[in-house]
């Protein structure tokens, strides 16, 4: 089936309680396409997600014109002598998109910090909650006890970069628009009821990335799951990532909320395939159904693919 990569812009307008996770963002639209056309239209779109087949890969959220910084060991960076130096490049965490035919050590000579891929360091914060018990119209002690959660407060109207690999026999530019405008308007993420997570779509376009010569790696841009897809571990460089999924929309507040954890590489991963490399939108697998991930809803799946940019691994020095 005809997989094509888009860049959709958005433009932030309230904080975040959530980050703008790949998986999380596929389970949120998975939710909208339920609530916009029915649940036997959802059924339809995700047939054959677990065999190869996803209608819609998504990534993480990135600071426009951005993407994140492979992981990769030390010796594959420029070499900095000074300690200070050293610390500052820890922070470079960001890499030019416009750059990604370039040879990785120019990439990576090149990689800037929040502050310079953002505009404004986004600003981390906890922000105070109450309970309020019914009885007494007051907070109080165990349930009702005042409590703090964190939020990722941005500048106002902050562009940020999601890519999407879409199907487009079964998911066309137009309604991925359509899908993010409604999470947009109601609030993606934790504390959505209360303003957080609020965004506007600047566009959605077909996108590219440019190949690097040499190119024999996927460098990934959402947490996926490469197990059993062919990859040399030996040659290829990840973080492991546990994920401990919990559902969305009305089944949140069901009597099993809580999804199967999962193990999966994070965004920024460098997987060499054993068979040799060919240019692809996407790589990874789709996890769960038939139970597998929930008892509350036997159906649900997981986001285990990731939209890929090319990268030329070169030999260690």
């Not at 120019?106 to 360091?121: E, R, S």
């Not at 990859?231 to 969305?248: A, I, K």
Request: hydrophobic share 40%.
């Amino acid at each position: 089936m005809p997989h094509a990569l888009h860049r959709a812009t958005l433009a932030l307008h309230t904080p975040l309680g959530t980050p703008l996770a790949g998986d999380t963002l596929f389970g949120q639209l998975c939710w909208a396409l339920r609530e916009a056309a029915g649940e036997a239209e959802l059924r339809r779109r995700l047939q054959g997600y677990t065999e190869g087949s996803p209608w819609l890969v998504v990534s993480d959220g990135f600071p426009a014109g951005y993407l994140p910084r492979p992981t990769l060991p030390q010796h594959f960076s420029p070499t900095v002598d000074d300690p200070a130096q050293r610390k500052a490049a820890k922070r470079q965490r960001w890499l030019a998109a416009a750059r990604s035919g370039e040879r990785l050590a120019i990439q990576l000579a090149n990689a800037v910090d929040d502050a310079t891929a953002y505009g404004q360091a986004p600003q981390r914060s906890m922000q105070a909650h109450n309970t309020l018990n019914r009885l007494t119209g007051s907070t109080g002690e165990g349930a009702f006890a005042p409590y703090s959660v964190p939020q990722t407060c941005h500048s106002a109207g902050q562009r940020i970069d999601l890519y999407l690999v879409l199907d487009s026999e079964r998911l066309t530019a137009a309604e991925a628009a359509s899908l993010l405008l409604a999470i947009g308007s109601s609030g993606f993420g934790r504390d959505a009821s209360v303003g957080l997570g609020k965004f506007t779509l600047e566009g959605i376009a077909p996108t590219a990335f440019a190949a690097p010569a040499g190119a024999n790696a996927y460098w990934t841009l959402a947490p996926c799951a490469p197990q059993g897809q062919g990859f040399v571990g030996t040659s290829s460089y990840w973080r492991v990532l546990t994920r401990f999924g919990r559902h969305g929309n009305t089944l949140a507040v069901a009597g099993q909320p809580f999804k199967t954890p999962v193990l999966l590489a994070a965004s920024g991963a460098v997987l060499v395939p054993a068979s040799g490399f060919a240019a692809r939108p996407f790589i990874g697998q789709g996890l769960g159904g038939a139970g597998r991930l929930s008892k509350a809803e036997a159906a649900t799946v997981q986001q285990g693919y990731a939209p890929v940019a090319p990268l030329a691994l070169e030999s260690a020095p």
